[in-house]
């Protein structure tokens, strides 16, 4: 018995999710399909919105949101803490298209199942093991994806 509670224990940590809060969350909103070709790339803005990247700083920033600075290194001097679990993000967008930024927020673990990374836009269906409040939702919403990858593309 206690080894299968630990085990469950393991697989929600290693989910990635608790750490992220819903309590502000708006209604959950129908999720919006993507496509990725073959090379990992996601051309197509999610619902075809448009990012404003003054708000993906903002959300990159927000531990309740997508809780980047815990993991990475990024251009934001006024943040004490920057974690090191994932690449230094700085120039970014010289290394990568948007399209390939965009299928790396919106599930790395196409690339590579064991990341640490959390999917930010997993189709919540695919899910498994979720805490019931957050059943239904993605980490990030579309918009906020969206928000997230116009702020990534100005790291050159
Ligand atoms: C729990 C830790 C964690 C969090 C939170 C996290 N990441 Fe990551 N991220 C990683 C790790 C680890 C990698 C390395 C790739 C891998 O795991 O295969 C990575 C890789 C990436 C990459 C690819 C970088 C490269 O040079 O290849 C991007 C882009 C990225 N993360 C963006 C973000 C953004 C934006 C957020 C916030 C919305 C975020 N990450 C949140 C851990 C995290």
């Known amino acids: 018995m206690m080894l299968k509670k630990s085990l469950v224990l393991t697989a929600v940590a290693c989910l990635g999710l608790p ?15 993507w496509t990725a070709t073959k090379d990992h790339t996601i051309w197509a803005p999610l619902g075809g919105l448009k990012g404003d990247p003054a708000k993906g ?3 990159a920033i ?36 948007e399209g390939e930024i965009r299928m790396r927020i919106v599930d790395i673990q196409v690339l590579n199942p064991a990341s640490l990374m959390p999917p930010m836009y997993k189709n919540p269906a695919e899910l498994k093991n979720v805490a019931k409040k957050y059943v239904g939702r993605t980490i990030l919403t579309a918009q906020e994806v969206e928000d997230v990858v116009a702020y990534l593309m100005t790291l050159k």
């Open 62 to 97: 927000a531990s309740a949101k997508g809780n980047c600075l815990a993991c990475h290194e990024l251009p934001i001097p006024e943040e004490g803490f920057h974690g090191e679990v994932g690449p230094n993000l700085s120039g970014l967008a010289s290394r990568y298209t």
């Open 57 to 59: 700083r903002k959300l």
């Open 19 to 33: 750490m992220v809060s819903m309590a502000e969350e708006p209604p959950i909103e129908a999720y919006k399909a």
